[in-house]
């Protein structure tokens, strides 16, 4: 072997070694649903995951058992879009694939909604609108036993650890940012607009406050609804469009000053139309890829996208750019410039 020989092995290996650190600087992002391998209706709840470790469970809603779901594992920050009983989690599984994609079986969660046993058993950030925080925050202290405190953000980031849960409030537009142990730099994570409402089911309420709400039949809302920016390490920007209609800051403040690159949206025909959240991703957004989620009805079968839906139409109105349906248990590993690099398919 010439000398030349060795030194093109040198930077062939030294290319395979940058290849592979690369693949290690994904964000990971697993959808958590009612039935494994597929999209269902009720399907929410999603993990992501930074390359620095710190892992953010977006929307609990009802597709987890609770707490003790084994498929959640750390849970460091709780993100909620909206007090609405789908993202709150009034109900949960027991078990995964029961009842139909169409019409999973669930079961009550009431009083404390998944949310709120998920931060309880997990010690979690919870980053959201302020009085989504302050409301968790008293359920969680009906499962602990102990005050729910703010969280602390010494030298201006959350550590990603924490002793007990605690609550991080923002006002729409706010950020906070959160730092893995011995991390450089950390995931800043930002509240935007959504045009949508955050009414809570009087169910959630305390029995003195149902009795003074029923007779009008109305109940509180718990301040504004927002969709989510998150910023990971590896430089992927994900929009999380929570519910939401369209609106004008898709465009000025998410796709113009945040530059996102990759969005998760929401369908929902009590939202928005799925040509019309086409329209976001094509021309307000404009994200590198999409994941869609939230399809409120049966939107795969063996994780095929089923014919005739609105989540098929949707993909279809989707130009120049993938979309991956939110299969349950499946795990998608992206890189800072939205490319896919695993689970994909
Ligand atoms: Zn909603
Ligand atoms: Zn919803």
């Not at 709400?213 to 469009?241: H, M, Q, W």
Request: glycine share 10%; hydrophobic share 40%; net charge neutral.
């Amino acid at each position: 072997m010439t000398a030349l020989h060795i030194s093109r092995l040198f930077v062939a290996l030294l290319g395979m070694l940058a290849a592979s650190s690369a693949y290690s600087q994904t964000v990971k992002i697993t959808p958590l649903g009612t039935h494994t391998g597929e999209l269902c209706d009720r399907d929410r709840a999603t993990i992501f995951e930074d390359p620095t470790g710190v892992r953010i469970l977006y929307d609990a809603g009802q597709s987890v058992m609770g707490g003790n779901d084994p498929r959640l594992g750390t849970i460091h920050v709780v993100l909620l879009s909206h007090a609405h009983t789908d993202h709150i989690g009034d109900r949960k599984i027991t078990a995964l694939n029961m009842g139909t994609c169409d019409k999973p079986e669930t079961i009550s969660a009431l009083p404390n909604s998944t949310t709120a046993e998920i931060a309880a058993a997990k010690n979690s950030s919870l980053i959201m609108i302020r009085n989504m925080a302050f409301f968790l925050g008293r359920k969680i202290q009906n499962i602990s036993g102990k005050p729910t405190g703010n969280c602390a953000e010494p030298g201006g980031a959350i550590a990603a650890v924490q002793a007990a849960p605690c609550l991080a409030p923002v006002e729409l537009g706010g950020s906070k940012l959160v730092k893995a142990a011995g991390a450089s730099r950390g995931v800043e994570i930002t509240t935007v607009h959504a045009a949508h409402d955050s009414t809570l089911s009087r169910e959630l309420l305390t029995d003195a406050q149902k009795k003074t709400l029923e007779p009008d039949n109305i109940s509180v809302s718990l301040g504004a609804p927002s969709g989510y920016v998150i910023k990971f390490t590896n430089g992927l920007k994900v929009y999380l469009s929570g519910d939401t209609g369209l609106h004008s800051e898709m465009k000025t403040v998410v796709h113009d000053f945040h530059r996102v690159n990759l969005a998760v949206m929401n369908l929902g025909p009590n939202a928005i139309a799925s040509d019309a959240a086409a329209y976001a991703m094509n021309e307000l957004v404009q994200p590198a890829a999409v994941i869609v989620s939230h399809p409120n009805e049966g939107a795969t079968s063996g994780g095929i996208i089923r014919a005739g839906t609105r989540t098929s139409d949707f993909i279809d109105r989707v130009k120049g750019k993938p979309v991956y349906p939110a299969i349950s248990g499946r795990t998608m590993e992206f890189d800072g410039s939205a490319n896919c690099v695993a689970g994909c398919w």
